[in-house]
């Protein structure tokens, strides 16, 4: 990264983050003098520890920075991969600040690394450049869209380097490379390189630098169906829509008890479910539904088919039942009591809950769903462990961290994510399906006890130990650090 970002003779560089001190090693076997690299970082450890630089420590960036006007022609780094909303408030509010006074708005659930890159940026000189290792989420997070969008508008040159195996040695982690070069020299189109392994990226990085400048290169074709050849939108896995519109709840849906005392036969009505408390669990069967019926959950939904029209109970219903039939998706329908049915349910998920999302499978043959809650079908027939396996793929961080980014949070901390957030979510591909129903109903179990490291570690432990068994099998992982400590090893 040093020597693709070259050096010139009065180059002020700057390390936002310099950790153990990679970099300055690596400056220094470049030969830039110590009164030229500044290097700063909040850790107050290995204070007595000899670099070859300018060292501010125990200072926090974001601090540091509001006092200083930039100039720097060269700024390098491996930023912290932590959740603003993890770290200590005395750290996330300099964060957020700084990010607002650049006028972008993000929340607590954006990660550490993108105020630390939009600052850098800030920092530097006309034609000054960057290069930052950055986790996969560069590419696909909603959080970091308006910087993706906006980079090749501050440069001449953009290059996104992507490894497709882990960079960090042990972990699973995806990571790329950014390159920019000619601050306020833009507009241009930013560049995506794949590179097979850790090698092959760093031999791209410095091979011919100077013609790479000049000459622009052709850019290696995109799959159109994902970034990255393990990773795939939920949208390419299942479908997700709004259950049944009744357009009078209050008529169309029925208890058992009023099912039983209006004497309507079981063939004029529909079993569903239409509460998120009702697919509070991995999945849900005729025993689950019948529970669910027995304790006065509303699981009928009134839609006679026209051989019973005539049946006097149904009749006296359609007729005193009290629908508004003014209603617009009712009157709008040619018969305005079949309400329609989404096909093919393979599992319900609420767009509206604490711990969403997770899919609940349908086990129960004809079963449904109201417009309270959202219908998954798959894209093809699997089978029920199959279907786990993707389930615990939404439980995977990557996916939960996705899934946090795209969420609106209302003040009574309910979490409210529609379908089209939902289908733009990644999702690891499982390699196997071996086990997998076992592992999601241990990892939902944790979720909805509010446990969601428990939830997260556990498919974390599914693809790795599962994942092993497959050849060629390359797992790309959000870096997300949860401790102090996991953080020094990550850096």
Known sequence: MVQC???????????????????????????????RITAIDIDRENA???????????????????????GFDRIIGNPPYVRIRDLPLDLQTPALTSLAESNHKIDRTANYWLPFLVRSIELLSQDG????????????SNYARFIRHEIGKLFSRVEVHRSLKPLFSGKQEGSIVLICEGFCQGPCTPIRYEHRNLKTLCDGLIANKDSRRHDKPKPKRRKTRSPFPNIAQASEIFTIRIGAVTGDSH????????????????????????????????????????????????????????????????????AEGGCDRSRYKIRSRTVWHQTPLPPNADGFMTGMSRFSPWICLNRMKGLTATNTLYIVSFHRRLTVEEKASWCLSLMHPLARDAASSARRVYGDGLQKLEPNDIASIPLVIP???ADALEAYREALADLLKGNSEGCERTAEYWFKNQARGASDAILSDHPRPDSEQAHKELR
């Open 431 to 433: 390699r196997t399906s």
């Open 5 to 35: 970002l070259g050096d010139s003779a009065d180059a002020k560089w700057l390390e936002p983050c310099f950790g153990k001190g990679i970099f300055i090693r690596a400056l220094s076997s470049l030969g830039v003098e110590q009164d």
């Open 48 to 70: 007595n520890r000899s670099y070859t630089a300018q060292i501010i420590r125990g200072a926090d960036f974001f601090q540091w920075s509001s006092s200083v006007n930039g």
């Open 251 to 318: 008529f169309f849906l029925l208890t058992e008890h009023q099912r039983r005392e209006l004497g309507l036969p079981v063939e004029s009505l529909v079993r569903t479910v239409s509460r998120a408390s009702q697919i509070r669990r991995p999945e849900i069967g005729r025993r689950k539904w019948q529970d669910l019926c027995n304790t006065g959950g509303r699981v009928w939904l009134f839609r006679p088919p026209e051989k019973l029209v005539g049946n006097p109970a149904v009749q006296a219903y359609l």
């Open 129 to 140: 450049s960057l290069s930052f290792v950055l986790p996969a989420a560069w590419e696909y």
